[in-house]
C-alpha cells in the first residue's frame, strides 16, 4: 500500500502576499483570493497581507484566516516603508510558526523575500512565485539583487507558464523550478455579441493604447475598456470620437457580467505577461481571444489559429487586421470559442491544487 505524507493533512499553509481581491484588482491579487479559498478549503490557511486604511487586522474569509500586516505609504520615505512592512510580517508570521509549515509567496519581491528570511529565521520552507510582472518590469540594481537571493534561497520557484520557466533558467539555470500556471472556476458558457472586451489595468504594458488606435478604424464596432489605472485620463483623451466606452474597475466577480457581452477578448500586452487570468476567464465563458505575443505565458495558452489569434505586440495595424478577420468570420469566431472552453477545462483549480500538493509534499519530506 502506497504511504501518503501526512504533513499537509495536518500543519497550516501561509501565503505571502502584497494584497488580495477585492480591495486591490490585479492578476496577482485575485489569484490570491482564489488560491487561499481553494486551499483553505482542505486545510488550514494563513494569509499575509499589507493592511491598508481601515481594513481589520484579523479577519476569516472563505475559511483562510487573514492577517494584515503594517503598512503605510509614505511615498518620501519608500525604503523604510518597504522595511517595516517587511518587519511586520515577518512578527506576524513569528506568532504563528509553530503551525505555520511552508510559506507561498506571491511575487519575488517583497513576499520571496519575506519567505527567505522567514525561512533564514524561523525555519519555515518557502516557496516563491513569479506572477509576471515581477519578472518581466525592468530592474533597479536593488531588485535585481533581492531577485537573486530570493530564487537562490527558496526551496523552490513556481512559474505560470513554459516562457517564463526558460526566462529565469537562462538567468538562473541551477534554479530549482515548477510551473504551476492559474486555475480558473468553471463558467457558464454563452454571449450575446455586443462588443469588442478589454480587461485590465490601465498601465503602458497593458497596451490598451495599442488597442484604441487599432479600433479608431473600425468605427462600426463599440470598444468596452474595463479597467482603470495610471493611463486613464490620458487613454480617455485618446479615445474622443472613438465608439469606446471606459467602465472603470469592477470587483473580480463581476468581470464575467462584461464576458457575457463580448464578441471577442483583446489582451493587447506589449510586455511579458505570466499567465492571464482574463484570457482564461474568456475562453472558460466561450469567447473568443486575441492576445499580443509577447514572452511569458501567453502562448502556452493560445495556439494561434487554433483557440484565439497571436499578434504581434504593438502594432495597431495588425490588431485592426485580427479584429476584423474574427468579425468578418462568424464560423472562426465559433471555432475558437469552443476551443477555448476545451482549454479552459484543463486548468480547472482542482487539477492546479494536486500539482500544488505534489510540490508542497516533496519539500515538506526534504525538510524532514
Request: hydrophobic share 40%; net charge positive; charged share 20%.
Amino acid at each position: 500500500m502506497k504511504k501518503t505524507n501526512p504533513f499537509i493533512k495536518k500543519q497550516w499553509i501561509g501565503i505571502v502576499a502584497t494584497s488580495m481581491a477585492p480591495s486591490k484588482i490585479g492578476g496577482a491579487q485575485i489569484q490570491t483570493k482564489n488560491l487561499s479559498k481553494q486551499l483553505a478549503n482542505k486545510y488550514p490557511t494563513a494569509v499575509f497581507l499589507k493592511r491598508f486604511k481601515n481594513e481589520p487586522k484579523h479577519e476569516i474569509i472563505d475559511k483562510a484566516h487573514i492577517y494584515r500586516c503594517y503598512f503605510k505609504d509614505m511615498r518620501i520615505l519608500r525604503p523604510l516603508n518597504f522595511l517595516f512592512h517587511i518587519i511586520s510580517t515577518l512578527i506576524n508570521i513569528y506568532r504563528s510558526r509553530k503551525k505555520i509549515k511552508i510559506l507561498i509567496c506571491m511575487m519575488l519581491v517583497p513576499n520571496g523575500l519575506i519567505g527567505i528570511l522567514a525561512k533564514a529565521l524561523f525555519g519555515i520552507p518557502s516557496v516563491a512565485w513569479v506572477r509576471g510582472g515581477d519578472w518581466y518590469l525592468p530592474p533597479t540594481r536593488l531588485t535585481h539583487f533581492l531577485v537573486k537571493m530570493v530564487i537562490k534561497y527558496s526551496d523552490t520557484i513556481l512559474v505560470q507558464s513554459e516562457g517564463t520557466r526558460d526566462s529565469v533558467l537562462s538567468k538562473y539555470p541551477d534554479c530549482n523550478i515548477h510551473i504551476i500556471p492559474n486555475g480558473i472556476d468553471f463558467k457558464t458558457p454563452g454571449s450575446s455579441n455586443e462588443t469588442i472586451l478589454f480587461v485590465g489595468n490601465l498601465i503602458p504594458r497593458k497596451g490598451a493604447e495599442i488597442l484604441i488606435k487599432a479600433m479608431s478604424e473600425i468605427p462600426q464596432e463599440t470598444l468596452t475598456i474595463v479597467g482603470d489605472g495610471s493611463e486613464s485620463v490620458k487613454l480617455k483623451e485618446l479615445a474622443k470620437g472613438t465608439n469606446t466606452v471606459f467602465v472603470g474597475q469592477v470587483p473580480p466577480k463581476n468581470v464575467e457580467f462584461w464576458l457575457h457581452r463580448a464578441k471577442m477578448l483583446v489582451l493587447p500586452s506589449i510586455i511579458g505577461e505570466g499567465f492571464p487570468n482574463v484570457l482564461l476567464e474568456a475562453m472558460a465563458t466561450g469567447v473568443p481571444v486575441i492576445a499580443s505575443n509577447t514572452t511569458g505565458g501567453i502562448t502556452d495558452l493560445i495556439t494561434n489559429n487554433k483557440n484565439g489569434l497571436i499578434v504581434i505586440p504593438g502594432n495597431p495595424k495588425e490588431l485592426k487586421n485580427a479584429i476584423l478577420y474574427l468579425l468578418e468570420n462568424p464560423s472562426l469566431r465559433e471555432r475558437l470559442a469552443q476551443e477555448g472552453i476545451k482549454t479552459a477545462q484543463s486548468y480547472s483549480w482542482d487539477k492546479i491544487i494536486i500539482k500544488l500538493e505534489l510540490i508542497i509534499d516533496r519539500i515538506a519530506i526534504n525538510d524532514n
